[in-house]
Each structure stands twice: as structure tokens, then as C-alpha cells.
């Protein structure tokens, strides 16, 4: 594997970097897929502020 990237001029540095991004990209989808607590709607929904419109 790691012969094949340096031929087709990939250093080591680069190939981890690439794989980090991807694993970063895996890690974000999961993130955004898990279950929200009842703490983090509320802390989310508070956090708002009161000079926010209360209507449309």
C-alpha cells in the first residue's frame, strides 16, 4: 500500500492527512446522527437569549 502511494508520488504525511479527512468526515456524519438529550434542547433553547422575537 504504502509503496504504491510513494510511486504514485503520495509522501506518508500526505496519505495520513487524507485518511484523517475522511475519518473526520465518518465521525461528523455519526455526530450528526446521534440522539440529543433533553439538557442539550434546553441549554440550546435558552442559550438563545431574550432579545430574540418571540413570533414570526
Not at 500500500?1 to 504525511?13: H, I, Q, R, Y
Not at 439538557?39 to 433553547?45: D, Q, R, S, Y
Request: aromatic residues 6%; charged residues 35%.
Amino acid at each position: 500500500m504504502f509503496d504504491e502511494a510513494l510511486d504514485k508520488g503520495n509522501s506518508p504525511v500526505e496519505m495520513v492527512h487524507k485518511r484523517l479527512k475522511t475519518l473526520n468526515k465518518i465521525q461528523q456524519g455519526y455526530d450528526l446522527e446521534c440522539m440529543v438529550t433533553k439538557e442539550e434542547v434546553k441549554k440550546a433553547v435558552w442559550d438563545c437569549g431574550s432579545d430574540k422575537s418571540p413570533g414570526p
